[in-house]
C-alpha cells in the first residue's frame, strides 16, 4: 500500500519505518516545508517521498493522522473522502489546551476527528504504545505472548486492514469495539501504554 503521514514526529517515524520494512510505500508530510524530511526519507529509502500535508492525503491510499490534537482541524478533509485514516493522537490538556467536550467525556479525540472528516472511515490505533516500543516490542505472529495493541472504529472493514497492518508490524490487534471505545485506552487509563498480551489487555480494556 501507499501509506500518507500527516505528520512524522515519533510515532510517526517509527510506523513509517515499519511500514517500509513491510514492503510499504509512504508519503511523510509535517506542519513545514517537506525538505524538512530529508533526512527521514534518506533513512527510509527508496519507498519513502516528502510532501505537503494535503498531498500526503491524496497520494495515501490510508493515511495516519499523528499530530497534536489542537491541530487536528487543519487535517486536509477533501483529499481524505472516503478513505481509511488511523488517528494516533492523544488528549493532553497542558498542550492541547481544555477542550470541553473531552473533559466532560462526551466525545473522544477520534469522534472528534472523525466529525472533522465525515466521509473518512476513522480508526484509533497505536496512540497508546510509546512510540520506541513499535520497534522493540513487535513480535512474530503466534508468539504466545505477543503484544496486544487496542483498536476501535465505526467501519469493520476499516478495522480489518488495520489489524492487518498492526499484525504485520509485530502485533495482535483488539478490536475495542466502536469509535467511543476508543476512552478505554487513551492517556490515564489502565489499558494506555501497557505491555499485556490480548487476554490482558482485555481486562485492562473493561476496567477502564
Known amino acids: 500500500m501507499k501509506i500518507g503521514f500527516i505528520g ?3 510515532i510517526g517515524g517509527n510506523l513509517a519505518r515499519l511500514a517500509v520494512q513491510n514492503g510499504h510505500d509512504v508519503i511523510m508530510s509535517n506542519s513545514r516545508d517537506p525538505q524538512t524530511l530529508n533526512s527521514l526519507i534518506a533513512e527510509l ?3 519513502a517521498t516528502a510532501a505537503w500535508a494535503k498531498d500526503a492525503a491524496a497520494q495515501g491510499d490510508i493515511v495516519v493522522v499523528t499530530i497534536p490534537l489542537k491541530n487536528y482541524q ?3 478533509v477533501e483529499p481524505l473522502k472516503g478513505k481509511i485514516v488511523i ?4 488528549y493532553y490538556p497542558a498542550r492541547d489546551g481544555h477542550i470541553k467536550e473531552l473533559d466532560n467525556g462526551t466525545t473522544t479525540t477520534s469522534e472528534l476527528l472523525q466529525a472533522h472528516l465525515p466521509d473518512s472511515k476513522v480508526v484509533k490505533a497505536f496512540n497508546s504504545i510509546i512510540a520506541g516500543e513499535l520497534l522493540s516490542t513487535g513480535q512474530p505472529k503466534n508468539e504466545p505472548n505477543r503484544r496486544a495493541l487496542p483498536i476501535a472504529g465505526n467501519d469493520a472493514e476499516a478495522k480489518a486492514v488495520v489489524s492487518s497492518l498492526m499484525d504485520q508490524f509485530g502485533f ?14 487513551q492517556n490515564g487509563t489502565p489499558a494506555y501504554i501497557m505491555r499485556a498480551n490480548h487476554d490482558q489487555l482485555a481486562a485492562a480494556l473493561k476496567k477502564a
Open 87 to 90: 488517528d494516533t493522537m492523544n
Open 45 to 47: 529509502g527508496p519507498h
Open 8 to 10: 512524522s514526529g515519533n
Open 74 to 76: 487543519q487535517v486536509p
Open 172 to 185: 495482535d490487534a483488539y478490536d475495542a469495539g466502536p469509535l467511543h471505545e476508543g476512552f478505554r485506552f
